[in-house]
């Protein structure tokens, strides 16, 4: 099992490009999660996926869309790059409700110029 | 805005010592999570302790948690190279999402 895959790994983007960032996991999990990972700013939740068919807003949203295809896929789309954007960004899958631990995938990095 | 606070930002030991790092919390939690991350890589659960234990034992690794003082720690003990990473605290409140710190770089000599 592979558990939390990312694609693609690295990404340059400039200001103004879009692009959308891949997740998928094979733990049969409910929930899903986005964070973006800088500099002594720890993780920050920009958006998460209770279940199949819902998504909500975390910490960060702006500028920021997810679509929840299926059960297995949670994928992150920037319509409009912008420098503030350059960081890592992590999905995350877990068990629904309490005590859960989350499973994380390997990472994108973004640079955006 | 981060619920958990990790002390101290970094912490630098020699192989063989114990390592101790502390969380801080504002609001009541449900639970709080340990979990470690590798230089260029995803973040790894180590532990999980419920807000009604006091500590749990899992390894080297030793976390208590102090409900009326809002702090948790992590206790590496016999430390090796290997520990090397960040760790983070997580708290889980009502809402059942984890809520992460900045986290504690941890650099164990060899």
């Known amino acids: 099992n592979a558990g939390v895959t990312q694609t693609p790994k690295f990404q340059v983007l400039k200001t103004g490009q879009s692009m959308t960032l891949q997740c998928a996991q094979d733990?049969?999990?409910?929930?899903m999660y986005w964070y973006r990972q800088d500099p002594g700013m720890g993780l920050r939740l920009i958006y998460y996926s209770a279940s199949e068919g819902t998504t909500d807003k975390g910490e960060v949203p702006n500028g920021y869309n997810v679509s929840r295809l299926n059960k297995r896929e949670f994928s992150l789309r920037l319509e409009s790059a912008a420098p503030s954007q350059t960081s890592v960004y992590f999905c995350?899958?877990?068990?629904?409700?309490?005590?859960?631990?989350?499973?994380f995938g390997p990472g994108t990095r973004l640079t955006v110029l | 805005s981060q619920q958990g606070e990790e002390d101290p930002q970094a912490l630098s030991i020699q192989e063989g010592e114990n390592a101790t790092m502390n969380c801080s919390y504002k609001?009541?939690?449900?639970?709080l999570q340990w979990y470690r991350q590798n230089s260029g890589r995803g973040l790894v659960h180590l532990i999980l302790i419920r807000s009604n234990e006091r500590e749990k034992h899992s390894g080297r690794l030793r976390v208590t948690l102090d409900t009326s003082k809002k702090s948790s720690s992590l206790l590496i003990t016999a430390s090796r190279a290997a520990d090397t990473a960040s760790y983070f605290c997580a708290t889980e409140g009502g809402s059942y999402i984890p809520t992460f710190g900045r986290g504690t770089s941890l650099i164990v000599h060899p």
């Open positions: 733990m049969n999990h409910n929930s």
């Open positions: 995350a899958c877990s068990g629904q409700g309490a005590y859960n631990e989350q499973f």
């Open positions: 609001t009541s939690i449900n639970n």
